[in-house]
């Protein structure tokens, strides 16, 4: 079946850090591509979205570029800040046609250090 | 537009009580979902509505688990019998799905955390 793998965290930087966050994927079909954020004692929120190869989603300085032929979605940002630190999460859109429940990865915490 | 909202926040149960939490999605939204996280994981998937109608439903979702949405609006989780397994943060989220797209975006409300004793 489909599934996300992401690296483990924690993931500790210093802030102006370069940040990359790891996330491929298992797909029969051609999914949708999320990141979601969830900082502390807080819901989940969207941060980007890809919908087909090759898009690239953007926000708030993170950027994801959904690669089919590496069947990855990573997570980058130039320079991170502290507010940054919270827990990402990497997911995919079940295909078409089903359901649309969203698969998702374990999660990697950051934490960014002043 | 107010946001997902789930109530209550946070229940703590004993082992063999029965349990129900709210969910009120963005009010035009058609597709309401709910997950359950547990600590260190990401959020998995329990059922789906698509208006009144529940399309899916994970092999997770016991018998013991029950969930409605009755007039297309807000939707209720029922769990029965808890057992200390049932303990983690059930989420609900929803999206205004055109038909066959799978591309929108699931908003999430801030989950109901269950401790069951």
């Known amino acids: 079946g489909n599934s996300v793998t992401q690296m483990e965290g924690p993931v500790t930087l210093s802030e102006e850090a370069f940040l990359t966050i790891n996330c491929t994927y298992t797909?029969?079909?051609?999914?949708?591509l999320f990141w979601y954020v969830q900082y502390p004692g807080e819901g989940l929120q969207l941060l980007l979205k890809?919908?087909?190869a090759d898009d690239k989603g953007s926000n708030k300085g993170f950027e994801a570029t959904y690669r089919k032929e590496t069947t990855s979605f990573h997570l980058e940002k130039g320079s991170v800040q502290v507010s940054d630190s919270a827990v990402y999460f990497c997911?995919?859109?079940?295909?078409?046609?089903?359901?649309?429940?969203?698969?998702w990865g374990a999660g990697t915490k950051l934490i960014i250090k002043p | 537009d107010t946001g997902v909202s789930q109530d209550p926040r946070h229940k703590i149960t004993k082992r063999g009580q029965n349990v129900t939490f709210r969910c009120d999605p963005i009010s035009e939204h058609n597709r309401l979902y709910w997950y359950r996280q547990t600590l260190g994981q990401g959020p998995e998937f329990l059922t789906y509505f698509q208006n009144e109608a529940q399309l899916e439903k994970s092999r997770l979702l016991s018998d013991r688990f029950s969930a409605e949405r009755p007039k297309g609006s807000f939707s209720t989780l029922e769990i029965q019998r808890t057992e200390q397994g049932d303990s983690a943060m059930y989420l609900c989220?929803?999206?205004?799905?055109?038909?066959?797209?799978?591309?929108?975006?699931?908003?999430f409300g801030p989950g109901t955390r269950l401790l069951v004793l």
């Open positions: 989220a929803s999206s205004l799905g055109e038909a066959m797209s799978g591309q929108e975006t699931q908003y």
């Open positions: 797909a029969t079909g051609y999914p949708s």
């Open positions: 890809a919908t087909k």
């Open positions: 997911a995919l859109s079940d295909p078409p046609g089903s359901n649309y429940q969203l698969i």
